[in-house]
C-alpha cells in the first residue's frame, strides 16, 4: 500500500502537505490530473489534486486540508503510516502550449494543483502570471512555490492583510487591462471560477477552469460528476477537470455540490464522536 513518506503542517492548524510513495502513478501523472484515495477498507473515496509530481523520486504531492469526516481522519495520519487504495492519474491532463501571456488565478487551495501547471506553461515558453487570493495573509498557501515558476505572483487578500485589498478579479481585471492576457486558467471555488469566467468573457480571452464536482469512482460510471458544458452533459472525472469557463452551467454545478451537504454534516458529527479521544492528539 502507498506509503506517506514526509507529512508537513503548512498552514495551521488544518492544511497539511503529504509526499506519498506512488512509483508508477508519478510516472504516468501530469499536471492537471488528479487521485482518488481511500484511507481504509471501510473509507470513502474522495478526490485530491495532484500538488506536485515527482517521477525521479516516485512520489506525488497532496495538499489537504481537514474540514470533513475523511481529510480530518488523514490529518490523524503520520509518516510512515499507509493509505488503503491511491487510484491514478485520473482525468485529461491540462493541454500545455505556447500561448504567450499565461494568467492562472487561484483561490484558497485552488493555488497548490496550479504549481505543476504553471511549471510545465513556463518550461513552455509562456509568459506566467499568477494571482492568487485568499481571505487574509494568514490563509495564503504555496506563495514560495508559485513565485519560483512564474515570472510575476499577484496576491490579494480579503482585508488588504497582505498585496491588494480585495478578491482575484479585482486584480484580474487590471492586469488584463495593463498587460493583456492569451489565457485565463482559474482553480479553486466554484463561485470564484465562475466570477473569473465572466470577467473574461466580455474581452474573448479562452478561459480554462477546473471542476471538482461530487465524485465516486473517477472513471465515469457513476455519473456522480456530471456537469453542462455548452448545454451538453459531461463527466468531469473523465471528460475533464479542465472545461471552457465560459461554457459551464456553474449555477448547476453549484447546485449539485450541494446535495449532501447535511449528509456530509452528519456523518462528520458523528466520526468525531466515535473517535473524540483522537482528535486531542497532537497531530
Not at 502537505?17 to 492537471?32: F, M, T
Not at 459531461?234 to 452551467?249: L, T
Amino acid at each position: 500500500m502507498p506509503k506517506i513518506l514526509r507529512k508537513k503542517l503548512i498552514r495551521e492548524p488544518d492544511v497539511f502537505s503529504y509526499v506519498v510513495e506512488a512509483p508508477r502513478l508519478s510516472q504516468k501523472a501530469r499536471p492537471g490530473q488528479f487521485v482518488i484515495i481511500r484511507l481504509h477498507e471501510k473509507g470513502e473515496r474522495i478526490p485530491l489534486s495532484l500538488a506536485d509530481i515527482n517521477p525521479e523520486e516516485g512520489t506525488i504531492t497532496l495538499i489537504v486540508m481537514a474540514v470533513g469526516k475523511t481529510t480530518t481522519e488523514m490529518s490523524l495520519l503520520k509518516e510512515g503510516d499507509e493509505i488503503r487504495d491511491l487510484c491514478g492519474p485520473l482525468g485529461q491532463p491540462t493541454h500545455i502550449e505556447k500561448y504567450g501571456r499565461v494568467i492562472l488565478v487561484g483561490g484558497g487551495f485552488g493555488v497548490a494543483p496550479l504549481y505543476p501547471i504553471a511549471r510545465e506553461f513556463k518550461k513552455a515558453g509562456n509568459e506566467v502570471t499568477a494571482i492568487m487570493g485568499a481571505r487574509s495573509a494568514d490563509l495564503l498557501i504555496y506563495e514560495k512555490e508559485m513565485t519560483q515558476v512564474c515570472d510575476r505572483v499577484l496576491i490579494t487578500t480579503d482585508d488588504g492583510s497582505k498585496g491588494m485589498k480585495g478578491v482575484v478579479t479585482d486584480a484580474l481585471k487590471k492586469e488584463i487591462d495593463e498587460r493583456g492576457a492569451d489565457l485565463v486558467m482559474a482553480v479553486g471555488p466554484a463561485i470564484m471560477m465562475k466570477f473569473v469566467s465572466e470577467t473574461t468573457r466580455p474581452m474573448g480571452i479562452k478561459t480554462l477552469v477546473s471542476l471538482n464536482p461530487i465524485m465516486v469512482d473517477g472513471t465515469g460510471m457513476c455519473g456522480g460528476c456530471r456537469v453542462s458544458v455548452d448545454g451538453k452533459s459531461h463527466f468531469a472525472c473523465a471528460d475533464g477537470p479542465d472545461f471552457d469557463g465560459h461554457q459551464v452551467d456553474w449555477d448547476l454545478l453549484m447546485q449539485r455540490q450541494r446535495t449532501y451537504k447535511k449528509e456530509e454534516q452528519i456523518s462528520f458529527e458523528e466520526w468525531k464522536k466515535r473517535h473524540e479521544h483522537m482528535l486531542v492528539k497532537e497531530v
